[in-house]
C-alpha cells in the first residue's frame, strides 16, 4: 500500500468510529425511565457494541494500520506511535472500568446514571484528543495534505 492509501485507510475508519460515537452520544443523552433499568439495560447492550468496536478498530491500527508504516518511514515518531498505543490500553481500561460498574448497577440512583454518562464523556473525550493526534501524526509522517481531521 502506498501512503496516500494507508492515510486515506486510517481517516476512513476514524471517519467510522466518529459516527459510532454519535450515535453513543444520543444513547447517553436519552432520557432514562422512572426506575433507570430499562435507560440502563440499553445503555449496557449498546456499549459493550462500541466497546467491541473500539477494541477491533485499536487492533486495526496496532496490527495492520499505520503505525508500523509510520515506524518504518519515520522511524524518530517511534515515541510518538508508543504513546499513542499506550492510549489505546488506557481506554480499553476505562471501557472495562464502565462495563464493570454498569454491570453492578440494577436499578440505578440518578446519581449513578450521572456518574455512567460522565465517564463516557470522558471516554469520548479521551479518544476525540487521541483521534486528532493519530490524524496529525499521519499527515507529518507521510507529509499530506489530509484536509481537515476533526
Ligand atoms: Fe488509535
Redesign the pocket.
Known sequence: MDDATIAQKALKIHEELDREVDLLRLRMASKPDAHGDHWLTAFASHFRHFHTQLRS??EM?EEGGFMKPVVDKRPTLSPQIAR?RE??RQMRHLCYELEMFVEECRAPSLQQIAHIRERSDEIIDCLKA??KA?NQLIQDAFQLDLGSSE
Open positions: 478498530h485499536f491500527e499513542l492510549e489505546h487521541h483521534e493519530e
